[in-house]
């Protein structure tokens, strides 16, 4: 069992920044492939980005790309999503994610934590 906490969701203007914090607890960290999801309002949850246990492997979806960075501290059980020249497509809920498997478009993950609300006002 895994358990996750998000943090740093918030309301910004678009062109802003934001990081979201997760933190893991419950199972090896370093072990686990982690990830973000979002789910937009009326919108199925879709995958954002996605890191290695060891953090040499890094996916992102095509609309997140040069804008957001995914990375993960293995020593504090944390992995952290950077979003930096947010627009307001970006608004969601954002979901941390561990044991993420998939490829391509496909991911999927076995833990979700509860989610953080990101709001990004024109």
């Known amino acids: 069992q895994v358990q996750l906490v998000e943090s740093g969701g918030g309301l910004v203007q678009a062109g802003g920044s934001l990081r979201l914090s997760c933190a893991a607890s419950?199972?090896?960290?370093?072990?686990?492939?982690m990830g973000w999801f979002r789910q937009a309002p009326g919108k199925e949850r879709e995958f954002v980005a996605t890191?290695?246990?060891?953090?040499?492997?890094?996916y992102y979806a095509d609309f997140v790309k040069g804008r957001f960075a995914i990375s993960r501290d293995n020593a504090k059980n944390t992995v952290y999503l950077q979003m930096n020249r947010l627009k307001p497509e970006d608004t969601a809920v954002y979901y941390c994610?561990?044991?993420?498997?998939?490829?391509?478009?496909?991911?999927?993950?076995?833990?979700w934590g509860q989610g953080t609300q990101v709001t990004v006002s024109s």
């Open positions: 419950g199972r090896t960290f370093s072990s686990l492939r």
């Open positions: 994610a561990a044991g993420v498997s998939g490829s391509g478009h496909q991911w999927q993950s076995d833990y």
């Open positions: 890191i290695s246990g060891g953090g040499g492997s890094i």
